[in-house]
């Protein structure tokens, strides 16, 4: 999906919305577990149940890795169920040089064929590059997160007063460009995401952390949007176990339903 396929999706659908499907099978409904692959039950429920108020879904693959082949067995089921409309984020959070990036690039964008794939960039340009290869794919690099150890590096001075995850954005630009490298920013960063904007203006930036995590959904727009939308905000808990009752699915419904309404409203000030 293109930069211009992405933002005339927003614009139609009114909603930056990107649905997180971190789909522990601890606590997804109990009346599931006796479905032969209750995780993707679930997410097949959920996926009916948002599709309408969502542009995208995120697939934290923690949570099914921990599952050995059953739970590759679920993403692959999940990632064919998503509709074709929407843009499909692999939250894998690799990292690594060389050959082992290529592999890592190839399996998300061939094997299994993401969009996107988010990438720490920790190791610099190398590690990054491999994943930039594929048109019409994105590479999501970590910027600014809202985890208490983002404290350690991303948030110490550099010799010459700027912040270290500073250094990592305005390096990485040179290695990929506004139509395929994203940035993940933390929703509860909001303070620190208007400096960010104003370095890189043109690139959509991945803000998770709303809802659960407690990110303002109007901070981030007030600061993060753009004429083209600019944004993919993520929530996850906070819609997908909305409820986990036999109604969840209508909850997670209402949790996104809700959402979009606040971004449409957020849209029509940009």
């Given at each position: 999906m293109t930069r211009q396929e992405l933002s005339r999706l927003i614009r139609q659908k009114q909603s930056y919305l990107c649905v997180g499907l971190d789909s522990d099978i601890s606590r997804i409904p109990k009346h599931l577990l006796s479905q032969p692959d209750p995780v993707f039950s679930f997410n097949k429920a959920i996926i009916?149940?948002?599709?309408?108020?969502?542009?995208?879904?995120?697939?934290?693959?923690?949570?099914?890795?921990?599952?050995?082949?059953?739970?590759?067995?679920?993403?692959?089921?999940?990632?064919?169920?998503?509709?074709?409309?929407?843009f499909r984020i692999a939250d894998a959070k690799r990292g690594d040089i060389g050959n082992t990036a290529h592999h890592y690039a190839k399996t998300f964008f061939e094997t299994f064929g993401f969009d996107a794939v988010t990438v720490a960039p920790y190791m610099g340009e190398d590690s990054v590059t491999p994943f930039l290869q594929y048109p019409g794919k994105w590479t999501i690099l970590l910027?600014?997160?809202?985890?208490?150890?983002?404290?350690?590096?991303?948030?110490?001075?550099?010799?010459?007063?700027?912040?270290?995850?500073?250094?990592?954005?305005?390096?990485?630009?040179?290695?990929?460009?506004?139509?395929?490298l994203m940035f993940v920013v933390g929703a509860t960063q909001d303070a620190q995401l208007s400096a960010i904007r104003s370095r890189i203006p043109e690139h959509f930036l991945l803000v998770p952390g709303?809802?659960?995590?407690?990110?303002?959904?109007?901070?981030?727009?007030?600061?993060?949007?753009?004429?083209?939308?600019?944004?993919?905000?993520?929530?996850?808990?906070?819609?997908?176990?909305?409820?986990?009752?036999?109604?969840?699915?209508?909850?997670?419904?209402?949790?996104?339903?809700q959402y979009q309404q606040e971004m449409q409203a957020c849209l029509e000030e940009t």
């Open positions: 009916d149940a948002t599709r309408e108020f969502c542009v995208a879904y995120k697939i934290n693959t923690a949570f099914y890795e921990s599952r050995g082949i059953r739970g590759w067995e679920s993403l692959e089921r999940t990632l064919a169920y998503i509709p074709e409309t929407h910027g600014l997160t809202s985890n208490e150890g983002s404290r350690d590096f991303q948030l110490q001075k550099t010799g010459d007063g700027e912040y270290f995850y500073e250094k990592v954005i305005q390096q990485a630009t040179q290695w990929g460009t506004a139509d395929n709303v809802g659960a995590q407690g990110g303002s959904l109007e901070a981030i727009s007030r600061h993060g949007l753009t004429p083209e939308g600019g944004l993919l905000v993520n929530a996850s808990r906070a819609v997908i176990f909305a409820g986990n009752g036999p109604d969840f699915a209508e909850d997670a419904a209402a949790a996104a339903r």
